[in-house]
């Protein structure tokens, strides 16, 4: 099958405003390839670029070089009202003085459509995004989740080939983002489509993508499914960008076996004995005793969250390492200055650049 959406070796540059003459990147050779259905998000800190190749590909932004195809077609040069195509928006972009159900079905009368065909649209799309009831409802009686909603529809009734999300839930407080995502991701999958999703918010991205795409300085560090990308992180932006991590300094004595601060690790590689590591160890994948373990530590800092306790641990030779220990309501919390033992997963480990 041919992939819903192809980006290769993308490019885009532009002229630096501090700079006369110079450029700047904002993409720098991208490629991505999307298939039929799939949800991927591009996330990133401030500046990285992601919301600059969403609108390439919306055709929002024209690319410097490189191609963005959907399914075999060119689209560089093809207009954003004929690319087949919908943006979701970060300020939802709804019209003040329309009503919701002429805010849903604006682009289909721009388009012309018979009115029957928008009256068995609207009222399929409204339904499944939970608006019937709110038809004749102006914007300003809306919540922000349900103008959310309305943006949603008005994307999803034109029945677009690719659905493009810019940050969508950024405006929503806390406990309604965390609704939304679930309603967007499970619409998403109910109806099919082709999905390109920009966040940098790494809990979003984790919780909704088939595939993230984790982009840096204009650069794509890593692509690859939430599991991949938080267990196997690339490159160490990436470990520390998703998530928590802590960072060991090792030494390999052979292929089973490395040096961490004298202690002896299983570690399983196909590195020469004395090549140096950096290894990746997430504050979840350590066990703690008060009797026995790895690595002898002393507990610097203790703060009871409810479902884990969090920790800042100095371990002798090695240096500090934060580390998440569960049900803490249960086990009790070490105290600030207590010896204790931490122990790491030794299937966790994983090697960065």
Same mark, same amino acid.
């Given at each position: 099958?041919?992939e819903?959406?192809q980006i ?19 993409v ?6 999307v ?8 996330l990133?800190?401030?500046g ?17 070089s490189?191609d ?15 690319r087949?195509?919908a943006?979701?928006?970060?300020? =939802? %972009? ?5 009503? &919701?159900? #002429?805010?849903v079905?604006?682009?289909?009368? !721009? +388009?012309?459509m ?22 004749n ?7 922000g989740g ?18 493009l999300?810019?940050?969508?839930l950024s405006?929503?407080?806390?406990k ?9 991701r ?13 966040t ?5 991205a984790?919780?909704i993508?088939d595939?993230?795409v984790?982009?840096n ?5 890593q692509?690859?499914?939430?599991r991949?990308? =938080? %267990?196997?992180?690339?490159t160490?932006? &990436?470990? #520390?960008?998703i998530?928590k991590?802590?960072? !060991? +300094?090792?030494?390999?004595l ?5 040096d ?16 140096q590591?950096?290894?990746v160890l ?5 066990a ?7 690595f002898r530590?002393?507990v610097?800092?203790a ?12 371990i002798?030779?090695?240096?500090e ?8 309501g249960?086990?009790g ?20 650049e």
């Open positions: 099958m041919a819903a959406v290769r070796n993308l490019v885009k540059r532009f002229d630096s405003p501090d700079s006369p003459g110079q450029s700047v990147f904002a720098r050779n991208a490629s991505l390839e298939a039929p259905g799939e949800l991927v998000t591009l990133g800190p401030s990285c670029g992601k919301t600059t190749l969403l609108r390439m590909i919306a055709g929002f932004e024209e690319p410097t490189g963005i195809l959907f399914g075999d077609r060119r689209m560089n040069d093809v207009a954003p009202n004929r087949d195509a943006m979701v928006f970060q300020s =939802y %972009a709804i019209f003040p003085h329309l009503s &919701v159900y #002429e805010n079905v604006f682009g289909l009368r !721009l +388009k012309k018979p009115a029957d065909e928008i009256q068995k649209r609207a009222e399929r799309v409204m339904a499944i995004t939970g608006l019937t009831h709110m038809a409802r102006s914007p300003n009686q809306l919540s349900q103008q959310q909603r309305v943006a949603l529809a008005r994307a999803i009734i034109m029945e677009p080939r690719v659905l999300f810019d940050e969508p405006n929503l407080d806390a309604l983002r965390d609704q939304m995502r679930v309603e967007i499970e619409l998403q999958q109910r109806l099919g489509i082709t999905t390109l999703y920009v940098h918010d790494q809990i979003e984790m919780s993508s595939r993230i984790v982009m300085g204009g650069v794509i560090e692509i690859g499914t939430p991949e990308i =938080y %267990a196997r992180p690339a160490r932006f &990436v470990a #520390e960008f998530g991590a802590n960072f !060991l +300094k090792a030494i390999v052979d292929g089973e076996t490395i961490v601060g004298g202690v002896k690790v299983r570690y399983v590689n196909q590195r020469q004995p004395g090549e590591l950096t290894l997430r504050p979840e994948a350590i703690l005793s008060p009797d026995a373990g790895d530590a002393t610097k800092r703060m009871f969250l409810g479902n884990i306790a969090e920790y800042l641990l100095e002798e030779g090695v240096g390492w934060l580390v998440d220990s569960p049900n803490p249960e086990s919390l070490f105290q600030p200055g207590t010896r204790i033992y931490a122990s790491p997963s030794k299937a966790a480990l994983h090697a960065v």
